[in-house]
């Protein structure tokens, strides 16, 4: 099969923007595809490092500087998530220019970034193939997609069709996915719990604060968001501000730094207040052998196995409890029953599946049969 993936303007397909969920995400797609013996393009700025036959430049560091400045781990650039920016106008049409130069009849066009990217359907031709591939945002537009998590999938569905909608079966769920050797098993924990993500009321970082608070914890906080530090203070660019001798904020990490925050860490909170389409930071920690403390609704459901991967809780009580038990979970376990059902070598087969299924859509479709076939295995569940 052949796959033309593509990347974002504000970023270079690459680990030093790991910050970015958007950015991994393609990063990693492009490697498992390529993993399987498939011919993958990927289009994107120059310095992007995607696994595949050809990176193709359809954004200069000049084009990428003047829109969104220079390069800086501490801010990585916001994008303004509408097509009628500049940025999005040039990259849909140099993508689509590079795409009908290289694709054959059959192809599949791997996009992640919604409604922003209709414009590239529009121009590549119907004798490709356009799939979300990941989608944890509203505002998707494709025939075929792949959502993070049920819980998403039911939420757009219901948001695009109303109360009683029809699912669609050339959609899917396949998981967001990591590689294992980025998150080693730290069973040695330190003395810290750990915040990471954006420092946001929506994301919960009150709740974190609040409950190492009562249990008398120190609480390390990374991630993009933080205002000023002043003393004992962390100021947070939606209004909050935060007050305890117990806090300490490392700003944003990324790659061994981060996975060395989380497997250290005596548990992460994820105590997202929206319902979280899937929330990479809880298989992060997972990866470590770090328990996760989150809300129970959103795709934590899915991705927090209760009382053996971590907590889900509701009330301050309930938090509390938590902090004081996760000491009790087996970081040997939470990394095993992750790296079965997360690892970049799992769900590349979930992708296999998927591709397969919509490439028989150019032939006999729903009604293909391929008597034989044993590589439905992976359908058991672990």
């Known amino acids: 099969m052949r796959f033309h993936v593509v990347g974002l303007p504000n970023t270079q397909t690459s680990k030093k923007y790991s910050a ?17 013996g498939h011919t993958v393009y990927h289009y994107g700025c120059a310095g992007s490092e995607a696994e595949c036959v050809e990176n193709v430049v359809v954004m200069s560091k000049a084009e990428q500087e003047g829109f969104f400045g220079p390069y800086n781990p501490n801010n990585l650039p916001s994008i303004e998530w509408t097509d009628k920016a500049p940025y999005w106008r ?9 795409i009908k130069a290289r694709k054959r009849r059959g192809d599949f066009v791997c996009v992640i970034t919604g409604n922003m990217n209709v414009p590239l359907a529009e121009m590549v031709g119907d004798d490709v193939m356009v799939v979300e591939y990941g989608i944890g945002y509203s505002g998707s537009f494709a025939k075929y997609r792949v959502f993070e998590s049920y819980t998403h999938m039911h939420k757009i569905y219901g948001a695009e069709k109303g109360y009683d909608p029809d699912g669609n079966l050339y959609d899917a769920v396949i998981p967001n996915y990591l590689d294992p050797l980025a998150f080693p098993l730290q069973v040695q924990k330190s003395d810290y719990y750990l915040y990471i993500g954006r420092l946001a009321i929506r994301k919960g970082i009150q709740v974190a604060v609040e409950t190492c608070k009562q249990i008398g914890a120190k609480l390390v906080l990374a991630g993009p968001g933080c205002q000023r530090v002043e003393g004992n203070k962390i100021y947070c660019t939606d209004g909050g501000v935060y007050e305890g001798d117990n806090l300490k ?10 996975a060395k925050l989380y497997g250290n860490a005596i548990a992460t909170f994820v105590p997202t207040l929206y319902l979280e389409p899937f929330g990479a930071v809880v298989i992060e920690s997972h990866m470590t052998g770090t328990p996760t403390i989150t809300t129970d609704f959103g795709a934590f459901t899915e991705n927090v196995n209760h009382g053996k991967t971590g907590f889900r809780c509701r009330t301050l009580e309930q938090f509390i409890w938590a902090a004081k038990h996760v000491k009790d979970l087996d970081p040997q376990g939470i990394r095993d029953y992750t790296i079965a059902n997360y690892s970049m070598d799992r769900v590349r087969w979930m992708y296999q599946e998927y591709f397969e299924m919509l490439g028989n859509l150019w032939e006999k479709g729903w009604n293909t049969l391929n008597p034989g076939r044993k590589n439905l295995d992976w359908l058991q569940k672990y």
């Open 90 to 98: 040039l990259m849909n049409t140099r993508v689509a220019a590079a």
């Open 249 to 258: 904020y490392v700003g944003c990490v990324l790659n061994d730094q981060k």
């Open 20 to 36: 970015c969920a958007f950015t991994m995400k393609a990063l990693n797609f492009c490697h498992m595809m390529t993993s399987l």
